[in-house]
């Protein structure tokens, strides 16, 4: 089983719409979870970062951690145009020493 | 406040010939990342290097490929005798911490074409 695994989508919504998406992971001592937002032709950015279980959120934004399930998700309130990107989850690899990045999941959302 | 700096953004090489891509990480960051992402792939860890020294480099191929980061400088991902196979975006990383979790902050990469 992979450390991280993501549906790629694509996923296309109408503008407005609630947006989730999710990732599952395989090593239940993972406490940092983090998700990235990368347009097209450019580096990923930092969007959330959690600790442990429980939401967090950020404007129009929450992530939110299941660690008896192994699962994590960022919902999407009021999607704009603007949204349409690869999101991209990661976590510590086991040595701690890097990030795995699940394979992302291109959103479009449609105005 | 310059971030993440690579170059070149575009690469283009002929089979066998070699590629240099530089990354200048952020103002104070000492620890740098180097990351591979293909469509279908997505984005693979290569190699981690603190100042002189390889921390990580178990995402690296064992042959052609090497990294370093001097002490003074940017950091390089050098390809020997590239292949059509290492066609892909290559990002660079970098983050002020070795603290597990810690974010990192991406440059936007340089697309590399081997024809």
């Known amino acids: 089983q992979k450390e991280v695994e993501q549906d790629p989508g694509p996923l296309s919504v109408p503008e407005g719409a609630i947006v989730s998406l999710n990732c599952t992971y395989s090593?239940?001592?993972?406490?940092?979870f983090m998700w990235y937002r990368q347009y097209s032709r450019k580096g990923p950015e930092l969007l959330m970062y959690t600790y442990s279980s429980g939401n967090k959120e950020d404007g129009r934004f929450t992530a939110q951690v299941d660690k008896s399930s192994k699962y994590i998700s960022l919902f999407i309130r009021d999607s704009q145009p603007s949204d349409s990107a690869t999101y991209l989850c990661a976590i510590p690899n086991q040595a701690g020493t890097a990030l795995i990045f699940g394979k992302g999941t291109t959103l479009s959302v449609s105005s | 406040n310059a971030g993440v700096m690579q170059n070149p953004r575009h690469l283009v090489r002929r089979r066998g010939q070699e590629a240099r891509l530089r990354c200048s990480p952020m103002?104070?960051?000492?620890?740098v990342y180097w990351y591979r992402q293909l469509p279908e792939e997505g984005l693979k860890f290569m190699v981690y290097?603190?100042?002189?020294?390889?921390?990580?480099e178990s995402g690296m191929p064992k042959e052609r490929f090497s990294a370093e980061f001097p002490k003074e400088g940017p950091s390089i991902l050098r390809i020997q005798q590239v292949v059509r196979g290492d066609s892909a975006a290559y990002f660079c990383?970098?983050?002020?911490?070795?603290?597990?979790?810690?974010?990192?902050?991406f440059g936007n990469g340089t697309r590399l074409t081997v024809t």
């Open positions: 090593n239940s001592a993972f406490q940092y």
């Open positions: 290097l603190q100042k002189e020294n390889i921390i990580d």
């Open positions: 103002k104070g960051h000492s620890h």
């Open positions: 990383a970098s983050s002020p911490s070795d603290r597990v979790g810690s974010p990192l902050h």
